[in-house]
């Protein structure tokens, strides 16, 4: 459960926007490498204008970067290097991670809850296996989805799946998600290895 952010700040509808990760550890980072580099340059303008003599490694850099030609393979890698991180950190920032979770119905408009896939694909699997004639069930539960595959054994596929289809729909409801996924219910007899 997460407090649910100022009015201001709603990105959508209700409680049935998806959940934003926090990306603490890529921030650190990036905040770290900035802090060491700043720091460092920092460090060595202040010993230029004390009358000290540069880092070495900035006057490398400064005799490289005067040196080599812009078609260099050493200059063309670096700059991609720096593309594609910026990429990484864009699609982060952009993207809402924690897929996992799906938003539930809101009850109280303070309170955001979210559902893990997995918590959903258990749910749904001990209700399948409580259907007669259920041998074995593999669920997987998606965003706008439910993957429900069973194999049946002493009934009839077609009467397994109509008993299945009814409780599985009551139970993707009382699930109680903000957006309940669609059902999608194969039902198959035992193959000979299985038996």
Do not use: C
Request: charged share 30%; glycine share 10%.
């Amino acid at each position: 459960m997460e407090k649910e952010p100022p009015a201001g700040e709603s990105g959508g509808s209700g409680g049935h926007r998806r959940f934003r990760s926090a990306r603490r550890v890529p921030a650190g980072l990036v905040a770290l490498l900035t802090l060491l580099t700043t720091g460092a340059f920092l460090y060595d303008v202040v010993a230029v204008r004390a009358h000290r003599s540069a880092l070495g490694p900035r006057r490398e850099l400064a005799r490289e970067l005067a040196e080599r030609p812009l078609e260099d393979i050493w200059v063309l890698t670096g700059a991609g290097a720096a593309a594609v991180l910026g990429l990484w950190l864009l699609l982060l920032a952009l993207t809402p991670g924690l897929r996992a979770l799906l938003p539930m119905r809101p009850v109280d408009p303070h309170v955001r809850a979210g559902l893990h896939r997995d918590a959903a694909a258990g749910l749904l699997r001990d209700r399948a296996l409580e259907v007669a004639g259920v041998r074995s069930v593999r669920v997987r539960v998606k965003r706008h989805r439910a993957d429900v595959r069973a194999v049946s054994h002493f009934r009839e596929p077609e009467d397994v799946r109509a008993d299945l289809t009814a409780v599985l729909d009551d139970a993707v409801e009382g699930l109680g998600l903000a957006r309940p996924p669609s059902l999608s219910l194969r039902v198959r007899r035992p193959g000979r290895k299985e038996r």
